[in-house]
């Protein structure tokens, strides 16, 4: 049956235009159900019980379920706990919830694909018996519920066809919407809410927890705290009129009353204060804002704020007046004035599931508790639960139903538990959580699209390659490094350059990853959404499976591996004579660490091929490094530091900075080498579409209280460009202080922007620049077990030498573009992640240890300076009293009498942690040196910490690698 | 923070997770077809044909004495031209016709054609085929061949065997390529390469192709062989409605049309 389906649309240059579009109508559509007797099912075709088991008491008869979209959207908690099953999943719900939120759409197809689940997705739209048309002047909504009633009325009638009467199952709609209720009941088909279907379920505990609340509508104003929020029209409206603006709510860390929006065409950020202000928005949400008159601007408050009620204080917002109290009347000429508004609707909510505590109500038998996010930039939340004695001393996800304008806190539900707080299994799981790090194991889909453990390399491929099995290949890379991205080789070619200068031979060979990661499949999918492998203290979540990551793409040494080669032709002056590219076959020679691929060179005894590959690879290396720092190259630096770990009890026992050897930027060279060749191929060949990484040279601004802290020191640092800036960096040593140098190049790395990925499509050609390598284009090639980046671009630089595929998602510039801001974001989370763990190892390795360090002074602040521990690469605030100290807010120095702090100055301090807040602990810095009495902690003291420390040493145990695989080499 | 667009992939899902494309069809399932021959009478010949939404005139004819410049000694000239009108896409065109991508499409025809067509039996003279896109929804130049082949025959003109024309491009459904026959606009636009084969299906032969991107070998063959079974079904509607036609001709005169 043929039908077409007509509407309206705007194209981009505003025209209306009609589209008709072709629906197909289908009578070969199954039903899914075992009780069936008119589909010709297959027997692998049934996914629906013939007889399903009630569980509800509501309903004791056997019966499916029938979703309608919000139920979806609302509860996928609900429906993701092995509960309720045989449930007939309509093709208009699909599709509205793939619409409305993508995340939980997966979710869904996740469930709908577990067989045991029994969720059957049934293609009503498709149908010709439960197809229907809209009517005029129907609403969209409207025709997709009648739909569902439609679907629902349908199956009861075709499940009764050659059936006994009462010998088939009932269909029961659950539906939240009371009016599709009435409808539904008129039409004689059974529904019911999901709240009230979920509470008379027996016999799955805890069920009830995951039931999401969504309560009390805007509209009503009962007992209500907060003001309305204005409704989608009256936001359009007055966006439109520009008395609104669109921004982004980003609340306070310090001040759980303040918060700003981020509103384009504003300069600053936009000031909202106190719980009208805010008015119900949470940290991340697009929200509507209006501004107040300038005469009634303030600033922020620049005090700490904590919520601090330990037990639910009732719908009351008691802090107002507090908070209105310490706002003092904008004073003249204070440049901290800020635009001042208020949130008066909420365009869309960017809730997320929320990782914390539970603290358990005071009342013995309750089951309303108040949840406690770790995120301090998150409200509290209310949940209801029957498990809070087992909760309590757990670390418990979370995730917000709604805020109606009658609750002091947001109304949320249980989702689970992740562990006991501080083990560092359920901690991990909350860094992973609250930085959004995709960690859940591979899927069976995922797995299945794995070649077998003993996969070897078929004959027919190595014919399709270049065969360098007989080269002497090598790998060099960190200790316990088991996702070996990179080899190398080197050799001498005969005869000279037209200059005389000698010829080598240089190849860099990668992991063929593309060759196991087809596009589109699920583990093109899942690799793509994870964008890289996370690297915590003691763990590695991986973006590709392990068979795969440490298996047949690493290329290990002693087996044979597919790699994609970049062969240069060099000249002595490592000038580049020629570059090909071409799929490969190795066998690596050696797997080596940087340690020994070190002392292999320095070895004078030794002189075998590896060694001497090595040599031409490292005198090769020097001179690639000097050419790029003549170009303007930074050579910067980042304390990067190193665990020990307890091989049983896997707690760190041991912290030090990392070393760096010759041999590490030895690799680097190389790889940056072929990043770049790379990146000028893809840009030639594909000008809309080449992922590409740029890094933009920072703005002025940046360097401002940097340079203030050098010029301090005698230096007068020159930043107008990259290349001037690396030289001054190069001629500020203090001699006597060999770290003075390091730690200015540290702090000049956080003067740096963060390098992106992009599509070379988006950007002009000059803004295709780095600024920290100072070259002109760049990309990442060389990394493709752990980057999503290098796998594209593997597989583009495959179709420009024509030996893969190109395809549709590939050559877009738009979904480049998309696929770029999920790179971007992920390895930023990433980063992130990183440093909370090696935060939370830090933690634990100072629970019981108190030590005296030597430190330096990284920047002055109001009330602190922030310091460094160069031993350790660890930082943090060492808080100064305003009693003691004064500030000079002109030349960033703090003065107590006639002791100045200031940057690059060197201290002693104590390191001892604070535990008082099981969420938040933290390193808590003291001063011993310089002496100042009353705030400096006593000589006695330290001595006695120290010897402390030393019988906790005696306890220490064999070194294991912490960042087990870690590569120090990207850039 | 939480990020939707994480979870969103690149592109347009042209399977859905049961198999069905966009529309409804399944993959090796042709658009409705709905054609007819004979549709005015001034032509020589004369057909209109649907392919989905996709709507195309043909009007033959001759054959008659070509212009001396073009005539050839052995052979019969075909004359193709091919233009959409204003109306056949979603955003009303400027230009009525011509353009080079209308030539070109010409070009492309008038090579289709000439193959299907026995030459031979009309030297020095020539046979315009007119080709009128009424409505652009897909496969606009495979529809023109169909119509093209229903209007040389209603014009009573001798081909080797049916001439017929089929897309096809390449979905994905669980990471394994499936192609999918008779590509409408929906489809074309989501990026893919689309194939366009022309062939005489009764006697296995391949007049013209065409690739709107490059794809790679290993996935050619299996949407070669899509589109080519899209011809031979295609060929089946075809000859049913010429025998529909001829039927009615019958009734109405005794002329009956060789093929
Ligand atoms: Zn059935």
């Known amino acids: ?971 | 923070m939480s990020s939707d667009f994480n979870v969103k992939r690149p592109g347009l899902e042209l399977l859905s997770s049961q198999g069905l494309r966009l529309d409804g069809r399944r993959p090796n399932e042709l658009r409705r077809i709905q054609c007819k021959l004979g549709v005015f009478t001034q032509p020589d010949g004369s057909a209109y044909i649907e392919q989905g939404n996709t709507k195309v005139l043909a009007a033959v004819y001759g054959p008659h004495q070509a212009a001396k410049s073009k005539s050839l000694q052995d052979s019969v000239v075909i004359n193709c031209q091919y233009s959409m009108a204003t109306f056949s896409t979603g955003e009303r065109k400027k230009r009525p016709r011509g353009g080079r991508k209308s030539e070109a499409i010409s070009m492309q025809l008038t090579q289709a054609i000439t193959t299907a067509i026995k030459k031979e039996l009309y030297p020095r003279s020539q046979i315009d085929v007119y080709l009128e896109v009424l409505q652009a929804d897909g496969g606009a130049y495979s529809a023109s061949v169909n119509a093209a082949t229903l209007a040389l025959i209603d014009a009573g003109i001798p081909m080797k065997a049916y001439l017929c024309s089929c897309t096809a491009s390449i979905a994905w459904k669980d990471g394994k390529p499936e192609p999918l026959v008779d590509v409408s606009h929906v489809e074309e636009s989501a990026g893919g390469s689309v194939l366009t084969v022309s062939s005489l299906p009764s006697i296995n032969s391949v007049a013209w192709v065409d690739m709107s991107q490059r794809l790679h070998a290993d996935y050619l063959s299996v949407v070669m062989k899509r589109a080519m079974q899209g011809c031979r079904d295609i060929e089946v509607i075809l000859d049913k409605a010429v025998r529909e036609h001829l039927g009615e001709s019958w009734t109405m005169s005794d002329d009956a049309v060789a093929i």
């Open chain 1, 1 to 971: 049956m043929w039908t077409t389906k007509t509407f309206l649309t705007k194209t981009k240059r505003g025209n209306i235009i009609k589209i008709v579009r072709e629906h197909y109508l289908r009578d070969d559509l199954l039903c899914g159900s075992a009780a069936c007797n008119t589909c010709p099912h297959k027997d692998d075709e049934f996914v629906l019980d013939g007889k399903p088991e009630s569980i509800c008491s509501l309903y004791s008869y056997p019966h499916y379920l029938i979703l309608d979209t919000n139920v979806v959207l609302h509860q996928i908690d609900v429906l993701e706990e092995d509960a309720l099953s045989n449930v007939i999943i309509l093709q208009t719900v699909l599709e509205e919830v793939k619409h409305q939120n993508t995340a939980i759409y997966q979710r869904l197809l996740e469930i709908i694909a577990n067989k045991k689940r029994k969720f059957y997705s049934f293609v009503n739209e498709h149908h010709k018996d439960t197809y229907i048309e809209r009517n005029p002047g129907e609403k969209q909504n409207d025709r997709n519920d009648r739909a569902i009633r439609k679907a629902a009325a349908w199956y009861e009638t075709h499940l009764s066809i050659n059936s006994v009467v009462g010998q088939f199952p009932k269909i029961v709609l659950l539906t939240d919407d009371e009016n599709n209720r009435k409808i539904a009941q008129e039409e004689g088909i059974v529904c019911c809410s999901i709240k009230d279907y979920v509470e008379n379920v027996t016999g799955f505990i805890g069920l009830l927890d995951k039931l999401s609340k969504n309560v009390a509508p805007e509209a009503c104003s009962k007992d209500a705290l907060y003001p309305a929020h204005l409704t989608p029209a009256q936001i359009h409206e007055g966006i439109r009129g520009g008395k609104l603006h669109q921004g982004t709510f980003r609340a306070s860390r310090d001040n759980f009353l303040e918060g700003t929006a981020v509103i384009n065409g504003f300069e600053k950020p936009i000031l909202l204060q106190g719980h009208s202000g805010i008015n119900r928005a949470v940290d991340g949400d697009s929200i509507a804002v209006e501004i107040f008159p300038e005469e009634e601007w303030r600033r922020p408050m620049d005090i700490v704020l904590e919520d601090k009620a330990d037990d639910d204080p009732g719908d009351q917002l008691e802090e107002e007046a507090v908070l209105l109290k310490n706002t003092k009347p904008v004073e003249k000429g204070d440049d901290e004035i800020t635009p001042t508004g208020r949130v008066v609707g909420i365009i869309r909510r960017k809730w997320r599931q929320y990782c914390g505590i539970l603290m358990k109500s005071k009342f013995p038998g309750a089951t309303r508790h108040l949840f406690v996010p770790a995120e301090k930039r998150i409200p509290r939340v209310r949940i209801e639960t029957r498990q809070s004695d087992v909760l309590a001393s757990q670390r418990i996800l979370v995730a917000l139903d709604s805020w109606p304008r009658n609750s002091r806190y947001p109304l949320g539900h249980f989702v689970r538990a992740l562990g006991k707080i501080g083990d560092k299994n359920a901690e991990n799981e909350v860094i992973l959580l609250e930085h959004d790090v995709p960690h859940a194991r591979f899927s069976e889909a995922v797995l299945a699209c794995l070649p077998p453990n003993d996969w070897t390399i078929p004959e027919e491929e190595i014919k399709k390659r270049v065969d360098l099995r007989s080269e002497c290949i090598c790998s060099v890379d960190p200790p316990g490094c088991t996702d070996i991205d990179d080899a190398l080789h080197a050799k001498a070619l005969p005869g000279n350059t037209e200059d005389g200068l000698k010829r080598y031979e240089v190849g860099v060979h990668i992991a063929d990853v593309t060759h196991f990661v087809r596009p589109n499949t699920a583990l093109d999918k899942e690799a793509a959404n994870r964008s890289t492998t996370v690297y915590l203290v003691g763990r590695r979540i991986d973006m590709v499976p392990d068979l795969l990551s440490s298996n047949l793409c690493s290329l290990r040494g002693g087996e044979e591996r597919l790699a994609f080669s970049c062969v240069w032709e060099v000249d002595e002056n490592a000038n580049i004579l020629h570059t090909k590219f071409h799929k490969s076959v190795i066998k690596s020679a050696a797997a080596m660490t940087y340690e020994e691929a070190q002392i292999a060179i320095d070895d004078k005894s030794r002189n075998d091929a590896i060694v001497s590959s090595l040599r031409i690879l490292n005198a090769l290396a020097k001179k690639l490094n000097r050419k790029r720092l003549d170009n303007g190259a930074l050579s910067l630096s980042s304390p990067e530091i190193r665990f020990q770990i307890d091989s049983e009890t896997h707690d760190p026992v041991e912290v030090q900075a990392k070393k760096i050897l010759d041999t590490n930027s030895m690799v680097e060279e190389f790889m940056l080498l072929a990043n770049i060749s790379v990146a000028q191929r893809l840009a030639a060949e594909f000008p809309q579409c080449a992922l590409l990484r740029r890094h933009p040279a920072p703005p002025p601004a940046n360097f401002h209280t940097f340079l203030k802290a050098a010029k301090q020191q005698g230096f007068d640092l020159d930043v107008s460009t990259n290349k001037a800036f690396s030289k001054s960096l190069d001629a500020a040593v203090i001699p006597g202080r060999p770290f003075f140098n390091t730690l200015l190049r540290i702090m000049a790395t956080r003067c740096m922007q963060q390098a992106q990925y992009f599509s070379s499509g988006s950007k002009t050609v000059e803004e295709y620049y780095h600024y920290g390598l100072a070259c002109p284009i760049y990309t990442h090639f060389t990394s493709p077990i752990r980057r999503y980046a290098d796998v594209i671009v593997h597989r583009l630089l495959a179709a420009s030498i024509g030996c893969d595929v190109t395809h549709a998602t590939l050559l877009d510039t738009k979904v480049a573009n998309s696929v770029c801001d999920n790179l971007n974001y992920r390895h930023r989370q990433a980063q992130y992640a990183g440093r909370a763990s090696v935060t939370m190892n830090t933690h634990i390795l100072f629970n019981k240890r108190v030590e005296v360090e030597l430190a330096s002074v990284l920047a002055v602040k109001r009330n602190a300076v922030h310091v460094l521990i160069p031993k350790y690469g660890l930082e943090g605030p060492l808080y100064l009293p305003s009693d003691k100290f004064t500030y000079n807010e002109e030349e960033h120095i703090q003065t107590c009498g006639d002791i100045v702090l200031k940057t690059f100055d060197e201290l002693t301090v104590r390191l001892s942690l604070d535990s008082s807040n099981l969420q938040h602990r933290k390193l808590v810095f003291e001063l011993v040196k310089p002496h100042i009495p009353g705030f400096s902690v006593d000589i006695m003291e330290v001595e006695d910490s120290k010897a402390e420390t030393e019988k906790d040493q005696k306890k220490r145990k064999e070194e294991t690698p912490a960042k087990s695989s870690k590569k120090s080499k990207k850039k």
